[in-house]
């Protein structure tokens, strides 16, 4: 069904304005971002009102951007904007070109929310000074080609649907201080809200722009806009005129700074017709604009809001809060307002009339702060309950409609939906621009309506306009059909009031013309005799409209069942669909590659495919697939798919039995960019008070009280040490022995097995730095990284949380603060900071796994499972997935469940930069086999079986076993580990005398590496890791999983270490973590 998208009641064309050349930032400013930064009690308590009605200053979360892997943004240079509209058809099309700033290569990272329901149609990338289109491609598919050419060091991009209107991309190679030129474009289908049609594209929030220019073509329907002064503002400075039967509208600004989205509008003169089909081969869109009673307010006062607090807020943080505070200050006073917040749960935060709460809300909010991942599922449970004890009142549950931890799936989801009672008056409130529609339209079908308070400069007008609405009736509810057609989209619309439009898709049978129906309390309501569009015009764009909204409807049918065999076979269907008729959906991506030949070698081709559509001067154009560019075929690499083949998911190894031994050491390839490690040692490690090198034991930090024991035999406990982060050290020459084990003489340990301190003035000076220049992301690092080494809790949580409003979506502010919070004894702030990683996630599966694995070492395996699942969903080709699932399933007391997941890895064919990873697995099958006999003795000959079954060797155990994983791709992480006679092993010294063994240098990304020993000596064994080969991949972020076995004396013990790697010299080694071990 379809349903009400709410926007304001008044006519508002929101102009594009340049304010004076003064730059202004992506993020917020340090003073705007003061209301979130540590207020005294006093200074909350002097909350006393609402803030007045003003122009807003704050900036808003940037709705494009295009950053370096640091999370650093590029310098927009030039944005051209151009448009083609006729009557609800529109395509936008947006051309960017951006400035990398820095003397070194790098892999960019594009993000983009666009306006809810857009149907991305175009990705395009220059390469050698041409533009080259990319394809549609089933999504696994089309990453498993795009790392491919990585690894290659050649030129690809793509784009993804992540959830809801949010994209995201990334373009490879970005060469130092030079350019690139990306080109995005997409539909839209403009419905009249409160007799209005209107064409936006959100620009505000947006930096400086060098050059921006705007063309836009407009074609209203008949009776829509007879007189030029329907449009009634226009974007700012311009030239308004006419061509070829189109209304067109230019304007060009220089060192332009946006302080309002791009908006034009029109109405229907009063003797527009009331429905209208356009059609074309076979496709209609019908318009009906039914006459319905104007609602009334029946909201009874009683009001339970839910305000979603988790970290995806933080952006734009103090839109929401001055939104929310309006918002309550607009209903009566008198009515009484429940406050509950959620993140990954749901928490009752304070109650009153609603004039107490719009004073009392933003202090609240500061101070809960946005932190954590969404469960939705949560919160609609609560609803529910809720609605059940009090009937009459009405639920508002502020949200974009983005579930990230808990129940994500979306039949679930419905399921926890329609627990509500249907007589129940349920809304949703979105603050700002991000959302998933589908889902926010599931959660109040039949119940409510869709609210939205757009981050502008009326935000005080709209949040006005929000609370009216909330308050009112539900609108007039329609049916619709067509015995014409094979299907239609949508099947009905609910709460449809004065002025709206009801917008139907449709496809016709063979020979039939359209003749869709709206039925609803008063009666049939026909649409008049169908316009035609001209051939060649906009026909493509409607075909296109309506193979978007088929999809839509392959997903609300997915939604509402359980059953695997009917979503697998909507899921084909769906990437089918959107293929072949170039409509992206999050099932696939649109895959730029470098040249012709590329997309022949991997089976793409892109002569057979719908046409790609473009805006010309005066409406829609194609872009002509046989004069596509044949860019640089000569660059193209000369060897097969075959890597990609292989990998694909479904594909099975030959056979399951593991590797006889670890490959042989490689050469290494030269060093394309030298690195430097930093942050901060761990807790482990030894530390002094003053700069230098530390010579005394670990100091005194406990860790968390472990979770309580379950019965007998319990699982092998997580040990939460504090965090590693060390201030890197120049690594000494080590003096090698043969590498084959032979026996070597004793020798001093290198000198990064002692970890450097920073002085007091050291952190003094950083302090005072960073006090001149807030948003300096490497001072903050520095800082970060020398707090967390001297284990100065109070002072690291206190800088994360100040840190958080100018980079709200950088992980490293969420693991400084739960690092911090989990050694003051903060468990859920710890476990909200953590969490947080998920929200920040989209499309990056490897910090999908890094969060699961931070939780887990939080002991927070309930919260840990959703985000290790999803990146197993998302790149079920990447061997960690398999794994870093598995880990977290036996140290949560699964064990059969977690020799399922690692027993499917052992089925999979990964691709050949990962070594010998089956080996790996194996062998961690066998901790968890023997972990699952023990918990159930009674099952081992089955479980004997089923080690036969896989090759799994019971009876081998590691002493000591050390595995490194990090998340970057095309880039070298070593793993580096000294015994306690000072012999160090890594990838030019495989093997020491004491039996230390690395199994296999991975050189190309993501890991694992494996170091372990049969028997540990006495002593202590040091941990660290070095960053030989940066690539174009900037920052990475490991684990290192150590588990410790006592052979019969208990279940191995395991220990989980991050650490974030940067760019230097690749000479230096990172300590992680030392190893005790008793005589």
Do not use: C
Not at 500 to 515: H, I, N, Q, T
């Amino acid at each position: 069904m379809t349903f009400r998208r709410s926007t304001r009641t008044a006519l508002v064309v929101a102009a594009l304005a340049a304010l004076p050349a003064a730059a202004l930032a992506r993020r917020t400013d340090p003073a705007s971002a003061a209301p979130f930064q540590a207020q005294p009690a006093s200074a909350r308590a002097g909350v006393d009102r609402p803030p007045r009605a003003e122009r807003d200053t704050v900036p808003v979360p940037a709705p494009f951007a295009l950053s370096d892997p640091d999370g650093q943004d590029l310098t927009l240079e030039r944005m051209d904007v151009r448009t083609a509209v006729q009557g609800m058809l529109a395509l936008t099309e947006i051309e960017m070109r951006f400035r990398n700033p820095r003397p070194r290569r790098m892999e960019g990272r594009f993000s983009a929310i666009l306006p809810e329901g857009a149907t991305v149609s175009r990705w395009a990338k220059e390469v050698d000074g041409r533009l080259m289109e990319g394809e549609v491609v089933e999504r696994l598919r089309a990453h498993q080609v795009y790392d491919q050419i990585l690894h290659e060091m050649r030129d690809p991009a793509m784009l993804d649907q992540e959830a809801g209107n949010r994209f995201s991309a990334r373009v490879f190679p970005i060469e130092a201080n030079a350019t690139v030129r990306v080109v995005l474009a997409y539909s839209t289908l403009l419905r009249q809200v409160d007799g209005e049609r209107a064409w936006s594209l959100p620009l505000r929030g947006l930096p400086r722009v060098g050059v921006f220019t705007f063309h836009g073509s407009f074609r209203p329907l008949p009776g829509e806009a007879p007189r030029q002064d329907l449009f009634v503002r226009t974007a700012g400075p311009g030239r308004v005129g006419d061509a070829d039967g189109a209304r067109i509208i230019d304007r060009s600004d220089e060192a332009f700074i946006p302080t309002e989205d791009l908006h034009v509008a029109w109405r229907p003169a009063p003797e527009a017709a009331g429905a209208r089909v356009l059609a074309a081969d076979g496709f209609y869109v019908a318009a009906f604009r039914p006459s319905v009673p104007r609602a009334v307010r029946t909201a009874g006062g009683n009001w339970v809001f839910y305000l979603d607090t988790s970290a995806s807020g933080a952006d734009g943080a103090e839109h929401r809060v001055r939104a929310l505070e309006a918002l309550l200050a607009s209903l009566p006073a008198g009515d009484a307002v429940e406050v509950r917040a959620f993140d990954h749960r749901v928490t009752r935060v304070a109650a009153g009339r609603a004039g107490e709460m719009a004073r009392r809300v933003g202090a609240l909010l500061r101070e809960r702060r946005y932190l954590g991942g969404t469960d939705l599922g949560a919160v609609l449970h609560d609803a529910a309950q809720v609605a059940r004890a009090n009937p009459a009142a009405t639920v508002v549950i502020q949200t974009d409609g983005v579930a990230t931890l808990g129940r994500v799936d979306p039949a679930l989801l419905r399921a926890a939906a329609d627990s509500i009672p249907a007589r129940a008056a349920v809304h949703a409130l979105v603050l700002g621009a991000r959302q998933d529609g589908a889902t926010l339209r599931m959660i109040t079908g039949g119940r409510g309506r869709v609210v939205s308070i757009p981050f502008s400069d009326s935000l005080e007008v709209r949040a006005r306009d929000a609370a009216r609405r909330l308050a009112l009736a539900p609108g007039a509810a329609f049916t619709v059909s067509d015995p014409g057609s094979e299907w239609v989209y949508a099947a009905g619309a609910d709460d449809v009031q004065p002025g709206d439009e009801v917008l139907v898709v449709g496809r016709l049978k063979a020979g039939a013309r359209p003749s869709p129906r709206l039925a609803g309390r008063t009666g049939q309501v026909l649409p008049g005799d169908a316009e035609r569009m001209e051939a060649g015009t906009f026909a493509p764009l409607l075909r296109r409209e309506a193979y978007r909204a088929h999809l839509q409807e392959l997903n609300e049918r997915a939604s509402r069942t359980t059953d695997d065999s009917t979503r697998a076979a909507l899921a084909r269907e769906e990437v089918r669909i959107s293929v072949e008729h170039r409509v992206l959906s999050p099932r696939t991506t649109l895959l730029v590659l470098e040249t012709e030949r590329d997309y022949d070698r991997f089976g793409l081709d892109r002569r057979s495919l719908s046409d790609i559509l473009a805006v010309g001067p005066t409406g829609i154009t194609r872009v002509d697939r046989q004069r596509l560019p044949r860019v640089a075929e000569g660059k193209a690499a000369a060897d097969s798919a075959e890597d990609v083949t292989q990998a694909e998911d479904g594909d099975e190894s030959a056979g399951s039995a593991p590797a006889a031994g670890a490959p042989a050491p490689v050469a290494r390839r030269a060093r394309l960019n030298e690195v430097v490690v930093t942050g901060a040692p761990s807790v482990d490690a030894p530390a002094e008070r003053e700069e230098g090198y530390a010579a005394g034991g670990p100091p005194s930090a406990p860790p968390p009280p472990p979770p309580p024991p379950p019965p007998p035999p319990p699982p092998p406990a997580v040990v939460p040490p504090p965090s590693p982060a060390s201030v890197s050290q120049p690594r000494a020459p080590i003096a090698a022995s043969a590498g084959n084990g032979a026996a070597a003489p004793a020798r001093k340990a290198p000198e990064w097995t002692r970890p450097f301190i920073a002085s007091p003035a050291r952190v003094d000076s950083l302090r005072t730095q960073l006090r001149a220049t807030p948003r300096d992301r490497e001072l903050r690092n520095q800082l970060a990284e020398a707090l967390w080494a001297r284990a100065e809790w109070a002072s690291l949580r206190e800088l994360a949380l100040d840190w958080q409003p100018y980079d709200p979506e950088n992980p490293q502010v969420y693991e400084a603060l739960g690092e911090a919070a989990l050694n003051l004894n903060r468990r859920d702030e710890a476990e909200r900071a953590l969490g947080s990683l998920v929200e920040v996630a989209d499309g990056k599966p490897e910090l999908l796994q890094r969060a699961g694995l931070l939780l887990l070492r939080v002991n927070a395996a309930r919260l840990a499972e959703t985000p290790l699942r999803r990146a197993l969903e998302q790149r079920p080709d990447r061997v960690n997935g398999y794994r870093h699932l598995a880990l977290m399933l036996w140290q949560d007391g699964r064990e059969e469940e977690a020799a399922r997941v690692l027993q499917d890895a052992t089925r999979r064919t990964f691709p050949d930069w990962y070594r010998d990873a089956q080996r790996v697995v194996h062998e961690e099958l066998g901790y968890v086999l023997r972990a699952w006999m023990a918990r159930e003795p009674r099952r081992a000959a089955e479980i004997r079986g089923e080690a036969a079954e896989y090759g799994v060797d019971l009876g081998r155990r590691d002493a000591l076993r050390v595995t490194l994983a990090w998340e970057a791709d095309a880039n070298d992480v070593d793993l580096h580990v000294v015994d306690p006679a000072g012999e160090e092993v890594y990838y030019a010294h495989p093997k020491s005398a004491q039996g230390l063994e690395l199994y296999q240098d991975v050189t190309q990304g993501f890991g694992p590496e494996v170091v372990r020993v049969d028997k540990v000596s006495p002593g202590t064994y040091h941990v660290g890791v070095t960053y030989f080969s940066a690539g174009a991949m900037g920052v990475s972020r490991g684990v290192l999983v150590v588990i410790r076995s006592d052979g019969a004396r208990g279940a191995p013990v395991v220990r989980i270490h991050p650490f974030r790697l940067v760019q230097g010299d690749p000479s230096n080694v990172r300590f992680v973590t030392s190893i005790p071990v008793a005589r």
